[in-house]
Every structure is written in structure tokens, then in C-alpha cells.
């Protein structure tokens, strides 16, 4: 009995049966070119490719688990899925809540408008400036600028159609979201300096993981920093993000 066990065993390793890791990926794919969804509502963009980097040198399967982003970290701590990636900012308040990765992008802030319309934040004051709720964006204007009207919205999508519409007169982003912004709407352009106060945008992006999942933590950051030293990471940065 003992050599029919231990034959099947070493059969299922020569046939690949024996299953690789599952890790599912909460995102919120509403905010290119992060993650958002293409024409055949497929979940693509940086933190897909990034995440999808990390399990294939974890030997892990990755799945995507779309939700809206300020139920993500609820979810997470629900046992939805195993981590988040979706552009979340490393702050402290949500480190009470969550265990974060290394930072895996540098990141700042930038409210846009209709071109040549404000400069500064102060230009802002009274004014309507849209962001998806739940994000830092939203609780730093709250905080920081409260002369400033925040309109939340489900997505960044809607906001851009209403700035457009003139319904709101700024969106604040991800800087490198905005610019994705402009790209197509020449209509549009910055609106105030960069945002890099580390209170709310923190040390850079990073995955979430339940605080007691300690070991998920140390495979991603050792796959973060193995990606990173093989050149995988930079492929995949200047594909989403060329200079």
C-alpha cells in the first residue's frame, strides 16, 4: 500500500497535478492605467500585469475579484479574496486595519480641470472637485482643504463625464491616472501643484493583506524584490507607463 501511495504521489509531480497556490486579487477596475476593464470586460492594467508577475514567480495561480474600492478592504478582512492590489496608497490609518507589501510605485496627487482654469488650491475654494469615495483623495481634501466641496463618486469614470458636462469643476487623482486622463481630453489640464503629503498618500502604493497572513506578506515581498532585480518589474512600468 505504502509503494501505490508513494507511486501516485510521484506521478502526480511528473503530471503537474499536484495544485499550484491560489491567490485571488481584490481590484477595483475603475482607474486606468492601474486597472480597469477593456472592451471584452476583461480586468487589465499595471497592478494585473504586476500581481500576475508576482504569482508566476511565487509558482501561485492569480485571480481578480472586482468590487468597488472602498469595500475593498472590508472584503479583505471578510475573507473575499486573499489580497488587494488597485492602487492603494500605504497610510496609516489603513495600516491599522491591514498589512502592506514594500511599496511597488512612488505616487502623488493632482487635481485636473478645464485647461488654464485654476493654478493653485486656493483658486479651488467653494468649488466642486469629484474623486472616488473611499479614497485618500477624498479625505485629504476633507482634511486639508474643507474651504473645497468634495462630490464622490462610484468611479473615476462618471466624475471625468461630469467634469466635462461641468457639473463638477475638478477631478483629483493619482497623478499618474490623470495624465492617462489628459492624454484624450486636450479640454482638460492640471489644475493645482502635486500632492505628496505622506500622511495620506503615504510611502507609495502597496498590496493588502489581513495582518495575520503573515506568510502571503513575505512570499510578495520577495517576489516584489526578485521581479525588481531580474528586470521583469521595469518591462512591465514602461509598458503602462512610458516616458
Given at each position: 500500500m505504502k509503494k501505490l501511495v508513494l507511486a501516485?504521489?510521484?506521478?502526480?509531480?511528473?503530471?503537474?497535478?499536484?495544485?499550484?497556490?491560489k491567490i485571488n486579487f481584490g481590484v477595483s477596475a475603475t482607474y486606468p492605467p492601474f486597472e480597469s476593464l477593456d472592451a471584452s470586460n476583461k480586468i487589465v492594467g499595471f497592478d494585473i500585469d504586476l500581481a500576475t508577475a508576482l504569482c508566476k514567480q511565487m509558482q501561485a495561480e492569480c485571480t481578480f475579484t472586482n468590487h468597488a474600492f472602498d469595500s475593498l478592504i472590508p472584503a479583505l478582512k471578510f475573507r473575499k479574496y486573499d489580497a488587494v492590489?488597485?492602487?492603494?496608497?500605504?497610510?496609516?490609518?489603513?495600516?491599522?486595519?491591514?498589512?502592506?507589501?514594500?511599496?511597488?510605485?512612488?505616487?502623488?496627487?493632482?487635481?485636473?480641470?478645464?485647461?488654464?482654469t485654476y493654478k493653485t488650491f486656493t483658486d479651488l475654494k467653494g468649488k466642486r472637485i469629484g474623486m472616488e469615495n473611499g479614497t485618500t483623495h477624498q479625505k485629504y481634501l476633507q482634511d486639508k482643504h474643507p474651504e473645497v466641496e468634495t462630490v464622490a463618486y462610484d468611479s473615476y469614470q462618471n466624475a471625468i463625464i461630469d467634469l466635462k458636462n461641468g457639473r463638477i469643476d475638478g477631478v483629483f487623482g493619482d497623478t499618474a491616472v490623470v495624465n492617462e486622463w489628459l492624454k484624450t481630453n486636450p479640454q482638460l489640464g492640471p489644475a493645482t501643484e502635486k500632492v505628496t503629503d505622506p500622511q495620506y498618500f503615504g510611502t507609495g502604493l502597496g498590496i493588502a493583506v489581513r495582518p495575520d497572513n503573515k506568510a502571503l506578506l513575505e512570499k510578495l515581498n520577495n517576489a516584489l524584490a526578485a521581479i525588481k532585480a531580474d528586470g521583469t518589474y521595469q518591462k512591465i512600468s514602461d509598458q503602462w507607463f512610458p516616458q
Open positions: 501516485a504521489l510521484l506521478a502526480s509531480f511528473a503530471t503537474g497535478s499536484i495544485a499550484a497556490e492590489i488597485s492602487g492603494m496608497d500605504i497610510t496609516p490609518e489603513r495600516s491599522k486595519q491591514v498589512a502592506f507589501s514594500n511599496p511597488y510605485y512612488a505616487n502623488s496627487a493632482l487635481v485636473i480641470a478645464k485647461k488654464d
